[in-house]
């Protein structure tokens, strides 16, 4: 490669403190950077992050007529932005900036008798991005306009908490729930710790708020199908489930007067299909036309076509309202949308692969969530705890902690903490000693996890309450096949010996996981996972709402196991950060975008079909062929420049000719 | 240093992924040999088999291409298009005499920063245990 004669660089390295200098000599990086080809000015720093250390930047590109500036730091990943606008503020291009990662990829990996080593591929990262700094060019953000309209996948609390926020701050909002009705999870509980206040009671507002909000359009019973577009330009296909049961708006909208689903129910009572309601785990029945519950927002029946047998008693019943149509079927739909908000939340791991508890195979061992429906007044029992076998009250109940969270031993248990079933579990104890009098709770525990605000305080009130907490985990449970009773073995760690104890019932705070179809749905958004499963943020710390796809954010357990303040708090924050682009009306996007070299295409048209975006087409220009990039579709992956056969695609900063610069500069350079 | 015989091996990784992947591990202190110079990319898509000869070229004792695992490519299915590219770089290598264990692919996700250390201990390993590129030789 030619050395561009006329590239002045600046190279300045950071000590970062102890953090670069404590593992590599950051004077000697910097003093070997003066000796390369086109460095005209080098400096070492303690931080130059710090506003001394950007204003060093700023005047040596004056003082020494800088073309690039090369920093040696942290990662561009961190502190990219803040020196790209040192180099502008400078009177540079801001692109004429690159950075060498001399920390996360070199000090804080080399640390232990490596000090030459890793003072040795500083100098080979100095280098590498000097050589490409040399043939770094002036590039000009593209800003784009952001569509005033933002979608929240998930209408669990987090999500209706961020649709209501972001619709509330007059931005037009899509809140999308794939079942019939919105509430999620929180709409299943019966009292939320540690304030013991009824879950539906504090929930249902907010349900009634976004359904009736003028900027929500409330989309139950639909589901993403297709994601295009980029931030402030999302282009989101919905599935519009066919639910068989026309809204009075869609009925005017088919010309029937005063018709419309107004939620009478007079469908359900002639119904003669009857299946298990998911909502209540099949505790309860349903018809083949349903609402879960009775206070569902929108409040409008769905007809489940796996189980209708279309016998059209329904549409009798439902008479001049003409809002039944058993022969509705799916329809996709789409919306344009700026920034979008996921809030899918969790379910519970399959709890009956762990077989030592024997949920499923013990009628009266339950999960949490089915002892939330069955303690709840509006549940399938009218909030009478009563055993699955035989329908009595329970004398004795156990609650396992951890079942199948912190645990290592692989198939559905997970590694981390559920973070919330110490809590609920509390007040579940609570809630059977403060209903069925004389009942005893067993809590069998590895710790109690009570952080939150009035958590321990909460904690402490129910061991006066009279639970008794035995530290251990419970290696198995076995039922007494004549009573249906279950004997619990654990062993009492704090006392150090086996325990058998014969309870009633068993309910186990199973491990939650995220909500099934999320995987799919996260990819579609470009949204990464971390090693646990759940969505990833931008950062843990400083970008917890965020994600790595520009305009994507994050809302509740989504994102990780987080009880319901903090799933609000979240959702606030991602409303807030949503809400930024479409207020602030354009953003910009990094320039990297394909161009053709019309000289060099042979018009071959390979790259067209390589491109994900379609964003390449073949044109006639001077009476050839040749490819032609259309910017706003490009998101600058590069797939089509690594593959030309002729190198005719130009990848902006990432040129093939910056590339090898970096490559040559390290294997050839520096013997 | 001059005496003893340290590998050069050349990474060319995508910004999603495996930097991110890369960074994590440096915030977690997991050590690793620095036997390896990362280049950073928006998407293995953007690998050009030209990048990786070229490294070899120059006589890099081994290389590495690390991006998304497949599913999760930022860019939707640049991964799968650059490892396509791989099966051909690793069947060039073999026609030409050179051991195609110098060159390898891998999935790294931003989240598996002990998967990083231990992607680059393997490739560090392997390439000690091949020895200097012959390439180098033919040159002299």
Request: hydrophobic content about 40%.
């Amino acid at each position: 490669m030619a050395e561009n004669p006329e590239a002045r660089i600046g190279v300045f390295v950071c000590h970062c403190g102890t953090n670069i200098a404590g593992s590599l000599d950051v004077k000697d990086v910097a003093e070997y950077a003066k000796t390369l080809p086109n460095v005209a000015y080098s400096a070492e720093y303690q931080y130059m992050c710090s506003t001394p250390g950007q204003n060093m930047i700023k005047e040596a590109i004056d003082k020494h007529k800088l073309t690039g500036i090369v920093v040696a730091a942290c990662s561009p990943r961190l502190h990219e932005p803040t020196f790209r606008i040192s180099t502008k503020e400078g009177g540079l291009n801001m692109f004429r900036f690159e950075m060498a990662n001399i920390r996360e990829q070199n000090s804080w990996v080399h640390m232990h008798g490596m000090h030459d080593e890793a003072t040795q591929k500083a100098k080979d990262q100095v280098r590498m991005a000097v050589a490409k700094a040399v043939y770094l060019e002036d590039l000009v953000p593209k800003s784009v306009p952001v569509e005033k309209a933002a979608m929240v996948v998930g209408a669990g609390v987090g999500g209706i908490q961020a649709a209501l926020d972001l619709a509330s701050a007059g931005i037009k909002t899509y809140l999308v729930e794939r079942t019939p009705t919105i509430g999620g999870r929180m709409s299943q509980l019966d009292k939320t710790f540690p304030t013991l206040d009824c879950s539906q009671c504090i929930l249902a507002p907010k349900m009634v708020d976004a359904g009736r909000h003028p900027n929500i359009e409330l989309l139950s019973y639909h589901e993403v199908e297709t994601v295009e577009g980029y931030i402030g330009n999302f282009e989101v296909t919905l599935r519009k489930k066919a639910r068989g049961v026309m809204n009075p708006v869609e009925a005017a909208a088919k010309g029937i007067v005063g018709g419309g689903c107004n939620g009478c129910g007079d469908c359900t009572a002639v119904c003669p299909v009857i299946k298990p309601n998911p909502f209540e785990f099949g505790m309860a029945p349903r018809k083949a036309i349903y609402i879960y519950h009775a206070q569902v927002v929108p409040l409008i029946y769905t007809v489940d076509f796996e189980s209708c047998v279309k016998c059209g008693l329904c549409v009798d019943a439902c008479g001049e309202k003409k809002a039944i149509d058993l022969e509705m079927q799916d329809e996709l739909v789409k919306y344009k949308i700026g920034t979008v908000i996921l809030a899918t939340g969790f379910d519970f791991i399959n709890i009956e692969e762990k077989k030592e508890w024997g949920y499923k195979r013990f009628d009266n061992v339950i999960h949490s969530l089915e002892f939330e429906r069955l303690i709840c007044a509006s549940g399938p029992t009218g909030g009478h705890l009563i055993r699955p076998s035989d329908g009595k009250t329970p004398t004795s109940v156990g609650f396992v902690l951890c079942a199948g969270s912190r645990d290592n031993t692989g198939g559905v248990a997970k590694a981390y903490c559920s973070r919330f079933c110490c809590m609920y579990s509390l007040k579940h104890a609570h809630q059977i000693m403060e209903k069925i009098p004389g009942c005893k709770a067993y809590i069998f525990y590895m710790d109690i996890r009570s952080f939150g605000k009035a958590y321990e305080e909460f904690y402490y009130r129910i061991q006066h309450e009279g639970c008794k907490f035995i530290r251990g985990r419970v290696a198995n449970i076995l039922e007494d096949p004549d009573t249906k009773n279950l004997h619990v073995f654990t062993e009492d760690t704090l006392l150090g010996r086996p325990v058998d104890i014969e309870l009633d019932m068993v309910v186990l705070a199973s491990a939650i996981q995220p909500r099934d179809g999320a995987n799919e749905l996260r990819k579609k958004f470009g949204v990464s996972a971390s090693q646990d499963g759940w969505m990833l943020e931008a950062h843990p710390k400083l970008n917890p709402c965020g994600t790595t796809t520009a305009g994507v954010f994050l809302a509740g357990v989504c994102q990780g196991p987080k009880d319901i303040p903090d799933t609000v708090a979240q959702a606030e924050g991602a409303a807030s950060a949503a809400s930024i682009p479409i207020h602030m009306g354009e953003v910009e996007l990094e320039p990297y975008f394909a161009q053709c070299v019309e000289d060099l295409c042979a018009g071959c048209g390979m790259c067209v079909n390589l491109c994900p975006y379609g964003a390449l087409a073949l044109t006639e220009s001077n009476g050839r062929t040749v490819m032609k990039v259309t910017e706003a579709k490009c998101k600058g992956c590069g797939t089509c420049g690594g593959f030309c056969p002729g190198g005719a695609i130009k990848m902006q900063h990432f040129t093939t000719p910056q590339i090898v610069a970096q490559i040559d500069a390290f294997l050839l350079g520096g013997q | 240093m001059a005496d003893e015989w340290n590998p050069k091996i050349q990474a060319i990784i995508c910004n999603w992924c495996s930097y991110a992947g890369a960074d994590l591990a440096g915030g977690a202190r997991i050590q690793y040999p620095p036997d390896v110079r990362a280049v950073r990319v928006m998407c293995t898509g953007r690998v050009d088999m030209l990048f990786i000869l070229k490294a070899f070229v120059d006589g890099a004792d081994g290389v590495l291409v690390s991006g998304c695992h497949f599913g999760d490519c930022h860019y939707l299915e640049g991964n799968y298009k650059a490892a396509k590219r791989m099966f051909m770089i690793k069947s060039l290598m073999k026609n030409i005499g050179l051991d195609d264990k110098r060159f390898r692919m891998t999935f790294v996700s931003a989240s598996e920063g002990a998967k990083w250390g231990k992607v680059m201990e393997d490739v560090s390993n392997k390439v000690r245990e091949l020895g200097p590129s012959p390439i180098k030789e033919f040159q002299k």
